[in-house]
């Protein structure tokens, strides 16, 4: 018996016609079960309470170590010539110690004369040179730290130096010797017009392993602020500026805030966010301003 010949055609148009009555069925049937619980359709989001955490208000400033008083040594005669150097840079040497001896050039009359430092302290700098003529129009023989101290001199934009004063704490970082304690000791009074910086001079304890010219950084502690903290994920910057989205009836409502502080993941909200409110932990991902949510704590389960 003969088959009749198989239309391929009309077997495409027939799937085709069962697939978009299933794609109406079945969006038809979600609106009516969303409608009879309309918990189904919101979107389940990662919520954290804004907590009240303290901050230690800081300012960073970074500059390079130098003499805190330097002591200039000239000889007291023109035209001798240097015939002994006793100092070199980073010897500690003691007041009217004799750094370099100085001798007429041959031929000519005269005795040896001694160069003495006028105060004890640590050599930071020399120019003496076996043979050299010495001269009080020349370079300083050498140049002297009175004492051996020494300070890190740091510039710092204007708004900064408006919240220092002196004898303010600091941790000072040195490259290659680590971290010392410190204080403002002094805060210039000017401001450089090119640059908007002026500088601030924090003081530490004498140390040996300290070189004039070394790199450094100084934390100055301000204090500590305490106010209401989210994640620094939960906060979201726009053009406008930073929002935070807050769950609040399980609507989704966006605050503009001020960030303030940030330490350890944590960004202080000094406007927008009061303690206790529920914002979204990962903020601007996939909700907007008046969503309708779930709301799960962190740590909770998901489903």
């Known amino acids: 018996m003969k088959m009749p010949a198989f239309d391929a055609g009309v077997l495409k148009r027939a799937i085709a016609f069962a697939i978009s009555a299933v794609q109406v069925v079945l969006p038809a049937q979600r609106l009516a079960a969303e409608a009879a619980d309309p918990t189904l359709s919101d979107q389940a989001v990662t919520v954290t309470q804004a907590k009240r955490v303290c901050f230690s208000d800081t300012i960073q400033v970074t500059g390079v170590l130098v003499p805190r008083k330097e002591v200039q040594v000239r000889p007291d005669r023109e035209g001798l010539q240097i015939s002994q150097i006793l100092a070199a840079p980073g010897d500690s040497v003691g007041a009217n110690q004799v750094l370099a001896r100085l001798a007429p050039p041959e031929g000519q009359p005269g005795g040896n004369i001694g160069v003495q430092a006028p105060v004890a302290g640590v050599v930071t700098f020399s120019s003496a040179v076996l043979g050299a003529t010495a001269s009080a129009q020349a370079l300083p023989l050498f140049q002297i730290a009175e004492r051996g101290e020494i300070d890190l001199l740091a510039e710092t934009p204007v708004k900064n130096l408006q919240r220092l004063a002196a004898n303010q704490a600091a941790k000072v970082e040195i490259i290659g010797i680590g971290q010392l304690s410190g204080t403002v000791r002094q805060i210039a009074t000017t401001i450089n017009p090119t640059t908007q910086l002026g500088q601030v001079q924090v003081s530490m304890a004498s140390d040996g392993k300290l070189r004039v010219g070394a790199f450094g950084r100084a934390i100055i502690g301000l204090g500590q ?60 991902a996939y909700v907007r301003d008046g969503d309708h949510v779930r709301a799960v704590n962190s740590g909770e389960p998901r489903n």
Do not use: F, K, W
């Not at 500026?241 to 609507?251: H, I, L, S, W, Y």
């Open 225 to 284: 602020r305490c106010g209401p903290a989210v994640p620094l994920s939960a906060v979201l910057y726009s053009t406008g500026g930073a929002v935070v989205q807050v769950v609040r009836d399980n609507r989704v409502e966006t605050h503009r805030v001020t960030v303030g502080l940030i330490s350890a993941n944590q960004a202080e909200i000094r406007e927008g966010v009061a303690d206790g409110d529920m914002v979204i932990a990962r903020a601007g």
